[in-house]
C-alpha cells in the first residue's frame, strides 16, 4: 500500500490532526460521528469530491464496557450496540458505492466474539455480530469483487486497556496467552495491512485472528 493515500477518520479533532501530521502530507483526519449518519454522510460526500473512490475501508470504531447480567443497563447496551454494530453497518453501506472492483472491506472483530467472558457479555455480543457481518456480507457482495473480512485481536497493550485493568488484571491476562505477552497494536496493523494487499486477493467471509493463541487453544 505504498503511496496511499488515508483518511482517518475520529470524534476528537486535536488526536486526528496529531495523527494525520505524523502520517504526513498522503493523510488526512476528518472529524466524524459513526453513530450519526448525517456527519457519515458529510465524510463520504468530502471523500468522494477529492478522490472519487474508495480502495480499501477499515471499520475500526468499538468500544468495550464491562457489567455482569443483573447490572446491565439499557444505557450500556445501547451505547456498546450504537458503535460497534449500528456505527459499523452504516459505516460500509455509505461507504460501498465509493468501493470499486478489487476493493477490500475490513471490520474489527475481538476474540470475546468467539468466547464467553466476564461481564463483558453485551461487548462479545456485539464482536459476535460484527462477524457474522462479514458471514453475510460475503454473501451480498457476491460477483462485485469487493472482498470483506475481520481482523480479530486478542489482548492488546492500548491505552484504553490500561486504564480499564489494574496491573495484577493484565499479569493474569498474560498468563492466558500462549505466547505469554499481551500484542502490540503494530502486529494488529500488519494484519490489517496484509488484508488490505494484494496478498490477500482470495480472502472474503474470513476471521483472521492477531491473538498470540488466546482464543484457539
Not at 12 to 41: H, M
Not at 186 to 210: D, H, I, Q, R, Y
Request: net charge negative.
Amino acid at each position: 500500500m505504498t503511496g496511499a493515500f488515508v483518511f482517518i477518520v475520529g470524534r476528537r479533532l486535536d488526536v486526528l490532526e496529531n495523527a494525520a501530521e505524523a502520517l504526513g502530507s498522503n493523510a488526512r483526519g476528518l472529524q466524524a460521528d459513526v453513530t450519526k449518519p448525517e456527519e457519515l454522510d458529510r465524510l463520504f460526500e468530502t471523500v468522494q469530491k477529492e478522490k472519487g473512490r474508495l480502495d480499501v475501508l477499515v471499520a475500526n470504531a468499538g468500544v468495550g464496557e464491562f457489567a455482569s447480567l443483573g447490572q446491565i443497563t439499557e444505557e450500556h447496551y445501547d451505547y456498546i450496540f450504537d458503535i460497534n454494530v449500528k456505527g459499523t453497518l452504516f459505516t460500509v453501506q455509505k461507504a460501498l458505492p465509493l468501493m470499486t472492483n478489487g476493493g477490500s472491506i475490513i471490520l474489527t472483530g475481538s476474540t470475546v466474539g468467539s468466547m464467553g467472558t466476564p461481564a463483558m457479555s453485551i461487548y462479545s455480543a456485539s464482536k459476535a455480530a460484527v462477524r457474522n457481518l462479514v458471514r453475510s456480507w460475503a454473501h451480498d457482495l457476491w460477483g462485485t469483487g469487493i472482498r470483506v473480512n475481520v481482523m480479530s485481536p486478542g489482548p492488546t497493550k492500548t491505552d484504553k486497556l490500561m486504564e480499564l485493568l489494574p496491573s495484577e488484571a493484565l499479569g493474569e491476562m498474560k498468563r492466558t496467552v500462549p505466547l505469554e505477552r499481551l500484542g502490540d497494536a503494530k502486529e494488529t496493523a500488519g494484519a490489517v495491512a496484509f488484508l488490505a494487499s494484494e496478498g490477500s486477493t482470495f480472502m472474503t467471509g474470513s476471521e483472521m485472528f492477531v491473538d498470540g493463541g488466546y482464543a484457539q487453544v
